[in-house]
């Protein structure tokens, strides 16, 4: 299944989800990734999916929220590695375009020194771009890039495309403990905000089981000090995102094992949420038990909570 959803988003409503790339193939292998190890690492567009077969679940998913008298604030590209490896997605959006909802993409910005992808994202509407770090030394050990990435290239990508793009374009920046959380970083990090001037520039920190088991969120002062930084120099709009998602607005077809495993290979999500929706659906945990058990779905302790994340290496 490559849509999913639509799962609430803290920044775009009611999100239909685009799947549009593999499990794990990524130009970047961030240490808090909560896929896991990136699988495939590769900076070559090329095509994964047929955008015919995109466009037409996307349309399946639409006549089935409009039987259910649901609605869709946003298409997302959020996949399962990062979307502009994907070279037909400027054709996928103009596609989506048809349906009238807005189209959102959540990149890595790895590749957006190429025009090509420049001029896909210029077609949607809301664009948000990692900078987890400026300083080349910190990049390489939160992202882990892909050897043939230049990060001076990338940061210089990111500020041509802030200059031509209309849509509404955030950052977003990870913080992890003893990583990319120290003054210098976040001042870095306030330069390159203040030269791209984003809508917003979102402080997150890893909510759910990470790539690595000694990556850590960075602490509440450290957050509140890069809130703080960032603000002042960089005059950008900042908000932090630190806590769990919301549960209410989840949308279960019947099919609630398709739905689940669509959700938790993007977003793993936490035991209490999954046990919420099985009551709201009249579902029993019988089926979360058996695709535990055929393997088709992981279980994860972090930070005290259980979560459950699509086994991408069983699917
Ligand atoms: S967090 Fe995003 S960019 Fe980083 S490895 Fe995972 S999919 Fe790739």
């Known amino acids: 299944m490559i849509v999913y959803g639509p799962v609430p988003s803290r920044r775009l409503g009611q999100s239909i989800g685009i799947n549009n790339i593999p499990p794990k193939t990524c130009s970047y292998s961030c240490i808090y990734c909560q896929l896991g190890k990136t699988d495939k690492m590769q900076i070559k567009r090329q095509e994964f999916y047929k955008p015919e077969v995109i466009f037409n679940e996307a ?22 590695g990062e979307p502009t490896l ?56 939160i992202d882990r890039p892909h050897g043939a990435l230049n990060n001076k290239d990338i940061l210089n990508g990111i500020i041509e495309f802030s200059k031509m793009y209309k849509g509404t ?12 959380d120290d003054e210098d970083c976040i001042k870095y990090i306030s330069k390159q905000l203040s030269l791209i001037n984003p809508s917003k520039a979102y402080l997150l920190v890893p909510t759910r089981p990470p790539a690595e ?14 809130y703080k930084i960032i603000k002042d120099m960089s005059g950008t709009d900042v908000e932090c995102i630190t806590g769990d998602e919301k549960e209410e607005g989840f949308f279960f077809t019947e099919a609630v094992a398709d739905d689940l495993l669509s959700i938790a290979s993007v977003h793993p999500v936490r035991e209490e949420i999954v046990d919420e929706l099985l009551k709201k659906r009249n579902a029993d945990k019988a089926v979360i038990n058996q695709l535990v058990k055929e393997g088709k779905l992981l279980e994860f302790s972090y930070e005290g909570k259980k979560f459950y994340r699509k086994n991408i290496k069983n699917i």
């Open 59 to 80: 349309k399946l998913k639409m006549e089935q929220l409009k039987n259910q008298n649901k609605h869709a604030d946003y298409f997302s590209f959020v996949p399962d």
């Open 86 to 141: 994907d070279i037909n997605l400027g054709y996928e959006i103009d596609m989506l375009k048809q349906f009238g909802i807005k189209i959102a993409v959540i990149t890595n910005a790895s590749l957006l020194w190429m025009e090509s992808v420049k001029n896909d994202l210029m077609k949607a509407d809301w664009v948000s771009v990692s900078i987890d770090a400026t300083d080349n030394d910190t990049w390489h050990k």
């Open 213 to 226: 088991n000694n990556v850590q969120r960075a602490a509440k002062d450290r957050v509140l000090s890069a």
């Open 169 to 180: 374009l955030v950052t977003e920046t990870m913080l992890v403990d003893g990583i990319n």
